[in-house]
Every structure is written in C-alpha cells, then in structure tokens.
C-alpha cells in the first residue's frame, strides 16, 4: 500500500539553529499536507501543498513540494522553544479516497 | 469553544470492556473522521462520514469497532471486548467540503489504555 515516510526520525537541536524535515511518499500526491503536534496535543493543521514545485513559506517556516510530486520538504529558520513538537506530512490515498496517509513524524526539540 | 470538542479525554478499562468515544465536531462541518495514534506513530485512519452516511472504512477497523453518526451532528466510535491491542489515541477531525481543501481540524484526542 501507498506509504509516506520521514526523515529523519527525531533532531535535536540548540535554539537559533536551522532545522529541516523530508518527506517521501511512495505514490504521486495530489497534495500534500503539513500537521504540527505539541507534545501532548493534537495535530494542527500548517499548509497544504498542491503544484509541482510549489513553495510556501510562513515566518520562519519553508514548504516545498517537489517536481515529482512525490517529496517534500520543512524548513525551519532560527528555531526557537516554539517550535518544539512533532511535525507530520500526510498525502491523500490514492483513487479518491479520504484517507490521509501520514508519516511517523520527525520530532524536535530544541535545547535553549 | 468552536473546535472539535471529544469526551473522555481518557478512558481506563479492563481487557474484555466495551467502551464508546464520542465526537462534536466543528458544527458546520459535514465530513467527520476518525483516525487512531499509536506511541511514535502518525495517525491512522479508520472511518469517515459525510453528514449522516459513512463512507469509507479501513481494514484496520475489524468488527469489533462499529462508528456512527446518527443525526450528521455528533459521532460516536465504540470499541467492544477491548483488547490491550487497542489502547491508542483515538483522534476524531472534521472539515467541511467546501472549505480549505483537505484541511483537518483534530480534536484534543480520547486516550484508552486497555489493561
């Protein structure tokens, strides 16, 4: 079945220090999305990605999807406590289904 | 509060237990989901209605676990004969079709622990 995964698995980093995150799905996405979820939260909803290529940025956050359509990338700048959690990408499953497949997640923690 | 809103928030029970989760969703959605995270995992989809009517349904979701959504409003997942299998997150998210494309709105979770 379809899979969506992410690397790397955890990172730590010292604040101020830049921070990145991939995603890789083993399909062609339609779009892909980025969740945020704090340590003992829920997932919150950051962007969503459709065009080939595509590249939004939010404050010191950068999303990418590739040309392919089947990667992408999050780029944080100067991380900060903030930015402490676990970041998910997801991609709908393939043949119009609803189902959004996540990936594990790549948790953060940034040491002060 | 207008975000999704899922009670318990946790729920204890012995193997064997039946237990029922219940979900309001943001109150002009009309697509209500139900996915399940497990420790180091994403989460997992199990089912989603669109109003009233369920849709689709995962294999993950065996015969033990049946979800309904009476009146299109709230939904409700029940767990039968629990087994310690099943303890998890269980994340209820809701979007209204014509809004945002594909965004979730998740709610703050039921955790079950099965002993």
């Known amino acids: 079945g379809q899979q969506v995964m992410q690397i790397p698995q955890y990172q730590h980093v010292q604040e101020g220090e830049d921070f990145t995150t991939y995603c890789n799905s083993s399909?062609?996405?339609?779009?892909i999305q980025w969740y945020k979820q704090r340590p003992g939260g829920h997932p919150v909803f950051l962007i969503q990605?459709?065009?080939?290529?595509e590249v939004k940025k939010q404050k010191r956050l950068t999303f990418q999807f590739g040309e392919a359509k089947k990667n992408s990338s999050l780029h944080i700048t100067a991380t900060q406590t903030t930015d402490v959690g676990t970041y998910f990408c997801?991609?709908?499953?393939?043949?119009?289904?609803?189902?959004?497949?996540f990936g594990k997640g790549t948790k953060l923690t940034v040491n002060p | 509060d207008t975000g999704v809103s899922q009670d318990p928030r946790h729920k204890i029970t012995k193997r064997g237990q039946n237990v029922t989760f219940r979900c309001d969703p943001i109150s002009e959605h009309n697509r209500l989901y139900w996915y399940r995270q497990t420790l180091g995992q994403g989460p997992e989809f199990l089912t989603y209605?669109?109003?009233?009517?369920?849709?689709?349904k995962s294999r993950l979701l065996s015969d033990r676990f049946s979800a309904e959504r009476p009146k299109g409003s709230f939904s409700t997942l029940e767990i039968q004969r629990t087994e310690q299998g099943d303890s998890a997150m269980y994340l209820c998210a809701s979007r209204w079709t014509s809004g945002y494309a594909g965004e979730l709105f998740f709610g703050e979770g039921s955790r079950l622990t099965v002993l």
């Open positions: 990605l459709v065009k080939s290529g």
């Open positions: 209605f669109q109003n009233e009517a369920q849709l689709e």
């Open positions: 997801a991609g709908p499953s393939q043949g119009g289904s609803e189902k959004l497949v």
């Open positions: 399909t062609t996405l339609s779009n």
